[in-house]
């Protein structure tokens, strides 16, 4: 069996094959600084676009940079901002997102980012300025210990200590980014490392000793997954974000379809399969579909592939997929059996997993199966009610899905409105929602909007990138708009206004009484078309339903620069179905309550 495997396998593109692909020819240099060969080596690994703010720490590498036209900085307002534009270019390009930013709290404010994009597993490289070498350590101005504070929330961390280990650190940072489970890397560059003189050779990517993440699964553990889902009665296909690329997701849908296995996902793996099939459940989880939870819990096969069975996936864990086998394919061993055990676990990429185990399944009968599962979507249907003259959320998405006919790259922010796009947006192609799935970042929405619009502007194949954002996080850094509005990018930002941090809301009407506290933001809401107009964007509002097709339709044909839609919406809306906390996922609530 394994030889048969080895001779068949075929090799993953290497990337997409519709991006360009630009690498600068690099010519070596002699007694150059230190930031003269890190400005290098970046056009060496073939970076067009790097985001960040510059310093007294980084100023010498700013100064290099100004003689470098073919990288592109994009100046942002926060370096909150720029990791999370960097991680929205990676996840829709696939290459590493690069950020620059100086010492003490411009490293410090770049956490937040590096936290988001590890949580998600999305690959950036993080500049950070520091103090000279031997100034480290003495509390001098704008001095943190920045790889000490962003260890645990990094795949790995450098500290360059001499101009000469420059170039290959780099290279090294970026195979360790990307490799295995994609990830941030924090590179720390004292100020006199980057003025010191050393010379310049190209190289290529260094693969790091030590480092070899798994590619290629087991063979006997993927003859026994095989066999598993050919005797299954009632599979059930759970996909998460390690499916996204579009090779890993067009297997996916070759073993559902030609198997008839019904397919859920995870927020991060929306897209992976497209929402408008027959065997598509809907998204799982907290805010998941009746047809899908419910699935989980009565199937006696789990296929999980690139998904971890986080808590908002599985509810209570005693009670999660009682009946069901489970079998686990996933790059990274550490979350094979970490929160429900696992009958075969299968570690590697999940698109080489897929190409052995495809062709060793047997289609098997699962009429019944199937039968179930239609009338449970048919009963418990995602539904909302219509209000004349309200303007409703849940029909605000549903037009942008149509408008876009599904083709767009969807950004959200976190709260309800992030849910609801996942639950009406009807999502055709692979990488087209980026979001924060695991940390839960508000403020994430706008730059990372920002980043995907300029990996774009970098496409053969342009998509339209839209922002659906709260008013609540939309205020932590829509900053970014001004950044926007310099560059000309043109991301369509959708303000979802109903004057609360509501998912906290509905949390407080639905398990605290009713009792409001802190939640509410009428009142103190500024008019978000004005300010988008002050910040060089354009400016729309709806504010009656009638008005939501044909402004969603003007703002589509924007193409100059940043629009800003004020969506006020009813200010109460909840999102449902809802697992409460600590319920096991086939106790849904369906309908609103102010209960303890």
């Known amino acids: 069996m ?53 310093g007294g720490a980084i100023i010498d590498l ?19 901002g720029a990791v999370h534009a960097a991680d929205g270019y990676a996840r829709v390009t696939g290459k590493v997102g690069v950020v620059l930013v100086t010492s003490g709290p411009g490293a410090t404010n770049s956490v937040t980012g590096i936290a988001t994009a590890f949580m998600d597993s999305s690959p950036v490289v993080v500049l950070t300025g520091q103090v000279p070498l031997r100034m480290i350590g003495n509390e001098a101005f704008q001095e943190v210990d920045t790889i000490g504070i962003t260890r645990p929330i990094t795949k790995h961390g450098f500290l360059l200590k001499s101009a000469g280990e420059v170039a290959d650190t780099l290279r090294k940072a970026f195979y360790i980014a990307r490799a295995g489970r994609p990830g941030p890397v924090v590179v720390d560059m004292p100020k006199d490392v980057l003025a010191d003189r050393t010379d310049y050779e190209p190289g290529e990517e260094i693969v790091v000793r030590g480092y070899k993440p798994k590619i290629f699964g087991h063979a006997h553990q993927i003859s026994r997954a095989a066999e598993r889902i050919s005797r299954a009665k009632r599979p059930v296909l759970y996909i998460g974000g390690g499916v996204q690329k579009p090779e890993a997701a067009e297997l996916v849908r070759r073993l559902a379809i030609d198997n008839n296995i019904p397919v859920t996902s995870t927020l991060m793996g929306l897209g992976a399969f497209p929402t408008d099939h ?99 979507q048919r009963k418990h249907p995602l539904r909302y009610r219509r209000e004349p003259g309200v303007v409703k959320p849940q029909y605000v998405v549903e037009q942008l899905s149509e408008v876009t006919d599904g083709d767009a790259i969807m950004v959200t922010d976190v709260g309800q409105h992030q849910m609801w796009v996942a639950q009406y947006y009807r999502f055709k192609h692979p990488k087209s929602i980026v979001t924060s ?23 053969e194949h342009a998509r339209p990138v839209v922002a659906v954002v709260g008013d609540g996080g939309f205020q932590m850094t829509f900053a970014e708009i001004i950044t926007a509005a310099a560059y000309n990018l ?8 109903n004057g609360y941090l509501g998912m906290v809301r ?39 339903p009638e008005e939501v097709r044909p402004v969603i339709e003007e703002a589509m044909k924007v193409d100059d620069g940043p629009v800003v839609v004020d969506v006020r ?8 179905p809802m697992v409460p906390a600590g319920a096991a996922l086939h106790e849904m609530i369906e309908e609103e309550s102010c209960g303890e």
């Not at 997409?16 to 056009?43: A, C, F, N, Q």
């Not at 290099?64 to 036209?69: A, C, K, S, W």
């Not at 696992?342 to 590697?348: Q, S």
Request: aromatic share 8%; net charge negative.
């Open 2 to 54: 394994s030889a048969e495997i080895a001779t068949r396998m075929p090799e993953a593109p290497a990337r997409e094959p519709s991006r360009k692909t630009r690498r600068v020819k690099v010519e070596p240099g002699y007694d150059l600084k230190g930031s003269d060969v890190l400005v290098r080596t970046l056009l060496e690994l073939g970076v067009e676009t790097i985001f960040g703010i510059p």
């Open 62 to 80: 700013c100064d290099v940079t100004g003689r470098y036209p073919e990288l592109n900085w994009i100046l942002t307002k926060h370096e909150q």
């Open 278 to 376: 027959p065997l598509w459940l809907g998204m799982l989880g907290m805010h998941g579909t009746w047809a899908a939870n419910m699935a989980m819990q009565h199937a006696d096969l789990i296929i999980a592939i690139g998904a971890r069975f986080d808590d908002r996936v599985t509810g209570r864990l005693e009670e999660f997929a009682p009946n069901a086998e489970i079998v686990h394919i996933d790059i990274d061993s550490s979350v094979i059996g970490k929160n429900v055990p696992v009958d075969v676990p299968i570690v590697g990429d999940a698109y080489h997993v897929l190409v052995d185990l495809v062709p060793l399944v047997q289609p098997a009968d699962h009429k019944e199966w199937l039968e179930e599962i239609a009338e449970w």
């Open 437 to 459: 799935g695991g940390l839960g970042t508000m403020g994430f929405g706008v730059p990372a909007a920002m980043g995907a619009t300029v990996a774009q502007k970098e496409s």
């Open 490 to 497: 043109p991301v369509k930002v959708f303000v979802i206004n």
């Open 506 to 544: 509905q949390w407080q009407q639905l398990f605290y009484s009713c009792r409001y506290v802190k939640t509410a933001l009428y009142g103190a809401n500024p008019d978000f078309a004005k300010v988008a107009e002050a910040f060089g964007a354009r400016g729309l509002v709806i504010s009656k």
């Open 569 to 576: 919406v009813r200010a109460d809306e909840n999102v449902f």
